[in-house]
Nanobody, 121 residues
Framework: QVQLVESGGGLVQPGGSLRLSCVVS????????MAWYRQAPGKEREPVAT???????NYVDSVKGRFTISRDNAKNTVYLQMNSPNPEDTAVYYC???????????????WGKGTLVTVSS
């Protein structure tokens, strides 16, 4: 089984910065795409940023130039650096990873439980 644990959420002022982390653990052979999603109150979950195993990144337009996704493959960890957040970024942020587990021939998508980010003065 694979577990994803996010950390780093909390209250941040508009224009500040915050870094989210997500550690993937378990019977891992390899991790393909890693991603951050978010779900604001009353809205559907949406992708924020993705990063491939080779480091190719993609962002939703609303965070381009402000957020940066990165990964440390040696630590099975993905990060989301949030710079200049605004109140519209307030949401529960979820980590996602597509994992090939040891002994299996297919990948599975796993989710963390989420971490709340509140942007407010």
């Amino acid at each position: 089984q694979v577990q994803l644990v996010e950390s780093g959420g909390g209250l941040v002022q508009p224009g500040g910065s915050l870094r989210l982390s997500c550690v993937v653990s378990g019977s891992i052979f390899s991790i393909n795409t890693m991603a951050w999603y978010r779900q604001a109150p009353g809205k559907e979950r949406e992708p924020v940023a993705t990063i491939s195993s080779s480091g190719t990144t993609n962002y939703v337009d609303s965070v381009k130039g402000r957020f940066t996704i990165s990964r440390d493959n040696a630590k099975n960890t993905v990060y989301l650096q949030m710079n200049s957040p605004n109140p519209e970024d307030t949401a529960v942020y979820y980590c996602n990873a597509v994992v090939l587990e040891r002994g299996k021939t297919f990948t599975l998508s796993y989710w963390g439980k989420g971490t709340l980010v509140t942007v407010s003065s």
